[in-house]
């Protein structure tokens, strides 16, 4: 019997905080970025853009961070608000984004990535690193509570659950999956 493997040829990506984090978001992205791909998902990663512009590294937060002590905030914007607009774009080709929420770390794109995926109903699976019951009462607000994760390792259980389960998944209003035939094609419905 064929795997099911519903998220083939799907992309996700991977929100949370860069700025002010020690490893600057990396670590938890190389950790969960292998599964991802070996399910054949596509993986858009921050702190690996796909793309030559807006690359948020320690260089340019060194560099921002010079700009904001030398009282040069007129500079950041024209030089550096690329990184919002390319991180937004891969929200946008996303089929479905992972987030990493850190409580004890100041995030303010990690939550309009999130509100933004929201507004497009896609799934937005979220895991909290302080755990479930930790979560801002926001999120439980606009996401289905299923798409709310503890630790790290129930969200990739859930990922394998929805892409490998031979029932259909209840989609909560957010996993749509089209008929694709064996080439990856979309098939007429």
Known sequence: ???????????????????????GGAEWRQRVTPFLEGKGITVLNPCE??????????????????????????RIKPE???????DLRC?????????????????????EEIAIANSQKKPVLVW????????PNWLFFMLPHQHIFGDLDSLVEYIDYVDT????VDHHKR???FNRNKTGTIQSV
């Open 91 to 111: 929200v946008d080709i996303s089929d479905f984004i992972v987030a990493s929420i850190d409580l004890d770390v100041h995030a303010c794109g990690t939550y």
């Open 1 to 23: 019997m064929d795997s099911v493997s519903r998220l083939r040829g799907t992309r996700t990506y991977l929100v949370g905080a860069m700025d002010r984090v020690p490893d």
């Open 128 to 135: 909290c690193q302080q755990g479930k019951i930790n979560v």
């Open 165 to 168: 389960c031979r029932d259909e």
């Open 80 to 86: 550096f608000g690329v990184i919002r607009t390319v």
């Open 49 to 74: 853009k796909p793309i030559d512009v807006g690359v948020e590294d320690g260089e340019a937060r060194d560099k921002i961070e010079k700009y904001k002590q030398a009282g040069e905030f007129s």
């Open 175 to 177: 996993w749509f999956f």
